[in-house]
């Protein structure tokens, strides 16, 4: 059974950093998309980026500003969100998903994803 399971958020003050971790299990190869999405408070949930299998190639949505980094660890069938420069407002609940029909690693895509984590929350407060 594939499974997707984030951890690494907590409580951090604005203007600070937090590194989300997703680890997969179930799956036959490395060769799946990952991405990032979240929902904040009284939105519906939105797209960070995507990285592609075996995390040649990754995609951000405009909205974070430069400000997020996805990369993975092929060895560890980890793929991580590093979030800096925090703000008030990327306050939520963080997810990964993963799509194993993306297999390829030239791109990825913001859709389509059908394994998905649990979430961890990411709380930006002084």
């Known amino acids: 059974q594939k499974q997707l399971v984030e951890t690494g958020g907590g409580l951090v003050q604005p203007g600070g950093s937090l590194r989300l971790s997703c680890e997969a299990s179930g799956f036959t190869s490395d060769y799946y998309a990952v991405a990032w999405f979240r929902q904040v408070s009284g939105k519906e949930r939105e797209g960070i980026g995507c990285?592609?299998?075996?995390?040649?190639?990754?995609n951000y949505v405009d909205s974070v500003g430069g400000r997020f980094t996805i990369s993975r660890d092929n060895a560890k069938n980890t793929v991580y969100l590093q979030l800096n420069s925090l703000k008030p407002d990327d306050t939520g609940v963080y997810y990964c998903?993963?799509?194993?029909?993306?297999?390829?690693?030239?791109?990825?895509?913001?859709?389509?994803?059908?394994?998905w984590g649990q979430g961890t929350q990411v709380t930006v407060s002084s």
């Open positions: 998903a993963a799509d194993p029909r993306q297999w390829g690693t030239s791109r990825c895509l913001m859709m389509g994803y059908d394994v």
């Open positions: 990285i592609s299998a075996r995390g040649v190639f990754t």
